[in-house]
């Protein structure tokens, strides 16, 4: 590991400033520490490189490609700056200890969290404090039986502090947060900042015990607290009971932020309610029902009927049972209790409607491609058995249902019909897997855990292997269309040139089939040579030496001007090969011409050329006037720009939907925008182009309503604000 720049600068201050302030036992501990902990960083940071890397190349769309590139480079530029600021973060709480009580970490209650206070922290912040959390706790737990002595020993060191308020410098907590501070500048977004939590947890907090371990040794020697007691064993059985505990309040957390999240929409939902004695308008006594139990319930759905065969899974369309009639002929179907019926607790048919307003705009969904809506829709009836047993499914985004749903949909969105399932391995793993959760699911949501990962793994191997060819794909269409477009530059600058000219049949030659390689090499090569202008320079000036010029001041011009560019057209067909067996004669003749021209005194062709201003014709300037076709041109260019600002906002890696004129309708992504070609590539699921357009012909698709830029967000999360959106606006 190469030395960490700035280590001994730091430890330095740290000494001058803490001389009449800290123990020798503490400064001899950071002086330890110190380059330990700086190593540690390095190897995450490299790390971090190394793993940005490998995401990149194995990104799934050019978009995450480019933006893990990215992020490798801000920290490539930024790692300097990262590690003096944590070193001189660690120097600061040397100096100023924060409070560290690992003894009593996890005894203490949580603090009630409302929906309100959640709304009022950044999404972003919340998810980095979160795997803060995670990580910190974890490394508590592993070190807890070195922590809590380094903790006594380095209390009874700092003035002012006692076992009632004890510090550690070294805790896992304020590391993390100083990780967090020193990559606060770094211009990334959440998910590349948890994978930097992720290492520094991995390479950093993981061998924090060493550190740990060196400094207790330290203080030891010193004679600190040399007798200090820990018993493991019982420490190890506290915390494991505890951490059971913790577990069961975060399952309760999670059941009361679902059901929180029930009760702020059930006013909503009354409306829907048929089943519940509180239902609007039931006018019935309380003991005329009895309310079914939550296990009750679930048997209920256990009974309803679903697909057994695989074969019934892909065929036909997306299905749609009527979950509220068929709960009612269930409920109608149980016996009676003391002459009282079944009926529903409020808030489980609630549930129950929600879940199926849910597929209703899941099944109504056109961004979500038809094979998956198929099956998709035979996992209604278990998502609610889900629901059923775990609220949190609509309050928690990482509920392992709502991923595994997110996952399928947001695979499955190249897919234009059904006919191209039979040829990709991807469907079969998606049929798969809805297959095992209609055989296998019996209550237990960590089915859904198991096959989420056994689905990305598939999808990470499947994915890399799209990439590969979408990227060979991307830089051939760039090099064939960079080609087509310098091409077609090249045949309009020599059309504009020599049209209306009189030019020698030899210097036309040369120029067409001659130095139209050269302009066209100079077009490809101009973003590293910057040669384009001076090839076409080039035929500027030697149309211009080919012209008679009677005045001495344009002849001394002509004589200055002539070897040069000789010399550079020889050197330019040289680079290019052309005409390599006769490449003397043909530079002979242009010589030949330009000789001649110079000689001829064509006063004639001049003055006619140059026409005087009594002679031209004089041309009474008319008012312009705007003729039915102009203008309507110019509503058309205003229609049309509407449709150019939405193609500003497609960005490479979305998905759009192409419609023929005879209705049939194919799903591409966005590959490549070649800019100096004005040009769209769009590629299939496997990488491979389906089609190229033109900005204005995308406009022009888009007008027509031809074309429609699919939505990608998080399936579960649309349905979900798409169905409560709804519910607000029936109920304003």
């Not at 039986?145 to 550690?168: A, E, F, M």
């Not at 149309?543 to 344009?554: K, M, V």
């Not at 260019?637 to 193609?647: C, K, N, R, S, W």
Request: net charge negative.
């Amino acid at each position: 590991m190469s030395e960490q720049p700035g280590i001994h600068s730091v430890s330095s201050t740290l000494g001058a400033q803490a001389d009449n302030r800290l123990p020798r036992e503490i400064r001899q501990v950071w002086e330890t520490v110190a380059p330990g902990l700086a190593d540690l960083l390095g190897s995450a940071l490299d790390a971090i490189d190394d793993s940005l890397f490998e995401l990149a190349n194995g990104a799934r769309s050019n978009n995450d490609q480019n933006r893990y590139f990215e992020t490798m480079r801000e920290v490539r530029i930024k790692r300097k700056g990262i590690e003096k600021q944590f070193q001189e973060g660690l120097a600061n709480l040397f100096r100023h200890p924060p409070a560290s009580d690992i003894s009593r970490r996890h005894e203490k209650p949580p603090q009630p969290v409302s929906a309100h206070s959640l709304s009022l922290v950044d999404n972003d912040d919340l998810e980095e404090q979160v795997a803060i959390n995670a990580m910190t706790n974890k490394a508590v737990v592993s070190f807890q039986g070195t922590l809590l002595p380094l903790q006594t020993r380095l209390t009874s060191l700092y003035p002012g502090h006692n076992k009632d308020s004890p510090v550690n410098p070294l805790a896992p907590e304020p590391l993390s947060n100083l990780f967090r501070e020193a990559c606060s500048d770094l211009d990334i977004q959440i998910r590349e900042r948890l994978i930097l939590l992720k290492h520094f947890d991995r390479y950093v907090l993981a061998s924090l015990g060493l550190v740990l371990d060196e400094a207790n040794r330290i203080l030891i020697q010193a004679g600190v607290v040399p007798n200090f007691h820990y018993e493991a064993r019982k420490s190890e059985q506290v915390t494991e009971s505890q951490t059971r505990r913790n577990k069961e309040k975060e399952s309760a957390a999670d059941a009361a932020s679902g059901k929180e999240f029930l009760e702020s929409i059930g006013a909503l939902l009354s409306g829907y309610r048929r089943h519940s004695p509180h239902a609007s308008g039931d006018t019935s006594g309380p003991d005329s029902f009895y309310i079914v139990s939550k296990k009750e319930l679930y048997d209920l759905l256990s009974q309803m009927p679903q697909p057994q065969a695989e074969s019934d899974l892909t065929q036909g369309r997306p299905e749609r049972p009527d979950l509220r009639e068929m709960i009612s002929d269930l409920l109608a179907r149980q016996p009676t209790t003391e002459g009282r019926t079944a009926a529903l607790e409020s808030m489980d048919e609630d549930l129950i409607n929600l879940v199926a307003l849910l597929f209703e705009f899941i099944l109504d969904d056109h961004n979500l491609s038809p094979p998956v809506q198929v099956l998709i829709s035979r996992l209604q009836i278990p998502i609610l058995k889900v629901v059923v047993k775990d609220r949190s499914f609509f309050s928690k985004p990482s509920h392992p249902a709502r991923k595994l749903l997110n996952a399928l949909a947001r695979a499955g969105i190249g897919w234009s019909n059904h006919g191209e399932k039979n040829r990709d391995r991807l469907y079969d793993e998606i049929h798969r897997v809805v297959h095992r959760i209609i055989e296998e699911f019996n209550g237990d949501v960590t089915l859904f855990e198991t096959l989420y990962d056994e689905f990305e793994t598939f999808l990470s191997r499947e994915n890399r292997k799209a990439t590969l060819v979408e990227q060979r794909t991307r830089e051939s269409e760039r090099g064939r269309i960079k080609s087509r477009k310098a091409q077609e530059t090249v045949d309009q600058v020599l059309k504009e040139r020599l049209e209306n000219r009189q030019v020698p049949d030899s210097v036309r030659e040369l120029l067409v089939n001659g130095w139209s390689r050269v302009m066209f090499l100079a077009y490809l090569r101009d973003d590293a040579e910057h040669r384009w202008a001076q090839t076409v320079r080039v035929v500027d000036d030697l149309l211009w030496c080919l012209r008679p010029h009677p005045e001495s001041q344009d002849r001394e011009q002509w004589v200055r001007l002539v070897p040069a560019l000789i010399k550079s057209v020889r050197a330019g067909l040289e680079e290019v090969s052309y005409n390599a067996n006769r490449l003397d004669s043909t530079m002979a003749e242009l010589k030949k011409e330009l000789t001649d021209s110079f000689r001829r005194q064509a006063l004639a062709e001049a003055a006619e050329d140059s026409l005087t201003a009594e002679e031209t014709p004089e041309v009474v300037p008319q008012a312009p006037s705007s003729t039915a076709v102009e203008r309507e041109q110019a509503l058309e260019d205003a229609a049309m720009a509407e449709h150019y600002e939405t193609l500003e906002g497609i960005q490479v890696g979305d998905w759009v939907e192409f419609r023929l004129v005879n209705g049939t309708c194919f799903r591409c992504k966005l590959s490549a925008v070649i800019e100096e070609a004005d040009s769209f590539v769009f590629v299939n699921r496997m990488g491979l182009k389906v089609v190229e357009k033109s900005r204005n012909e995308l406009a022009h698709e888009l007008r027509r309503e031809r074309l429609m830029v699919l939505e990608q967000g998080a399936l579960v999360d649309r349905a979900l604000d798409a169905v409560v959106g709804g519910l607000t606006r029936k109920a304003g």
